[in-house]
Every structure is written in structure tokens, then in C-alpha cells.
């Protein structure tokens, strides 16, 4: 090779490095998208709240679900039934003590709409004497099977109704996929969300949707933390 040849050789080579050293700024742009995502990603987290409800119980699951819930540190609402409540005195305790909130869902699952104003009132309180017998204090918040309540019955009663922003009808499918895909599809910020905590399936639909939506930066308050923010 001769030295003229060596030459080009050796300047090309020096190019080459220099190539290969200096800067890209392909890579520089992309790490300016990559930092606005992260901020994106921090306002994004930055208080989502949403309230889990679990209705009809306590049920022969529902120590299963307390138990994923305070590994979680996450609080929630349960609409108890009486009639379940008397089976199950102690998982009622059990909710107390970990700080979740505590409504009526009647007695024994009833459409108000349908009854006297007398049987009404007596199925709501009935159930409010067991909680109180319990918990020591008198729940604030009713959830009425089916949604239905008159308004004279809403009016004598010393209570906030409560009703749902996304249903996934958890008792007919009993389907853990598609109760988990029919909530985290629907869900938004500040949505009540109605499950049902004596099939096995919804509690384990819970705890999935619970740990997707913790992930997605949404933090889990009870109804009456949502409501009084
Ligand atoms: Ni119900």
C-alpha cells in the first residue's frame, strides 16, 4: 500500500470515529418525547380517585376480598344485606376495623318502590340497628336494590342514597375476564363502580381490577371520601 493510499485509509478511519462519537440528533430528540412523556405521566398520576362498591353482602367470600384489600392498602364501600349481616357478624367487624365504609342495602333485598311506607322504613332500619349493634354507629349512606326509592321514603329518611356509575352486571356472567375488561374499559375519574361480593368471581374480578387501576395511577376512596373529597 502506499503512503498516499495509508493516508485516505487513516483519514477515513478518523472520520469514521468522529461519525460514531459524535452526538445523534435522532437520539436527543428522542429523549426530549421520552422526559415530556414522563411529565405526562406524573400529572397524569397525580390524584384519579374512584370508589369500589361491593353490594348484597357480606357473603362466604367476602374475608377473601377484605384480606386483597389490605395487602393492597385500599379502602372501599360494602352495601350490606341484614339478612347477610346476622351469618356473617364478624367479617363486619373486620371491615370496620380496616376503615372501609359501611352502607345499608336493606334488609333483605327488597324494591322499596313496591312496599308501604312502613315496611319500607322498617327494612332500612332493621338493618341500620345491625350495623349500629356492630360497628357502634349508624350508617350514613343507603344503596337501594335496584336503585328504586320513592322520594317520601327518601325524604323521612336521614340518609344519602347512593347509586353506581359503571355496572358490569357481575352476577350474570360470573366471569372474571369480562367483568375485569368491562369495568377498566368503562371506568373514569370519580366513577362509583357496583360489584357484588358474594361470588367468588366478582372478588376475584376485584382485586384484578384493583391492581389495573392502581397501576393506571388511580386511587381507590370510599363513597363517602369521594363525596366529601
Ligand atoms: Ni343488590
Not at 33 to 59: H, L, N
Request: one cysteine or more; glycine letters at 4%; hydrophobic letters at 40%.
Amino acid at each position: 500500500m502506499s503512503s498516499r493510499n495509508l493516508g485516505y485509509v487513516l483519514i477515513l478511519c478518523v472520520l469514521y470515529m468522529l461519525m460514531e462519537y459524535m452526538p445523534d440528533q435522532n437520539d436527543e430528540v428522542k429523549v426530549a418525547a421520552e422526559s415530556q412523556e414522563a411529565a405526562m405521566e406524573v400529572v397524569e398520576t397525580d390524584k384519579k380517585t374512584v370508589a369500589i362498591t361491593f353490594d348484597d353482602g357480606p357473603g362466604a367470600y367476602t374475608m377473601e376480598l377484605l384480606e386483597g384489600l389490605s395487602e393492597r392498602n385500599v379502602k372501599a364501600t360494602f352495601f350490606l344485606l341484614g339478612e347477610q349481616i346476622k351469618q356473617y357478624p364478624e367479617t363486619v367487624k373486620r371491615m370496620q376495623e380496616d376503615g372501609h365504609c359501611i352502607g345499608n342495602h336493606t334488609y333483605s333485598h327488597v324494591n322499596l318502590s313496591m312496599l308501604s311506607e312502613t315496611q319500607a322504613i322498617q327494612e332500612i332500619e332493621n338493618t341500620n340497628q345491625l350495623i349500629m349493634e356492630i360497628c357502634g354507629e349508624k350508617p350514613a349512606f343507603l344503596r337501594p336494590p335496584f336503585g328504586a326509592c320513592s322520594s317520601q321514603i327518601r325524604e323521612k329518611l336521614d340518609m344519602m342514597i347512593v347509586l353506581w356509575d359503571v355496572d358490569p352486571l357481575d352476577w350474570t356472567t360470573k366471569n372474571v375476564d369480562a367483568v375485569v375488561s368491562q369495568v377498566v374499559t368503562n371506568v373514569s375519574e370519580d366513577n362509583i363502580i357496583l360489584l357484588h361480593d358474594i361470588y367468588e368471581s366478582s372478588v376475584d374480578a376485584a382485586l384484578e381490577i384493583i391492581d389495573f387501576l392502581l397501576e393506571k395511577g388511580y386511587e381507590f376512596v370510599t363513597v363517602e371520601e369521594l363525596m366529601f373529597p
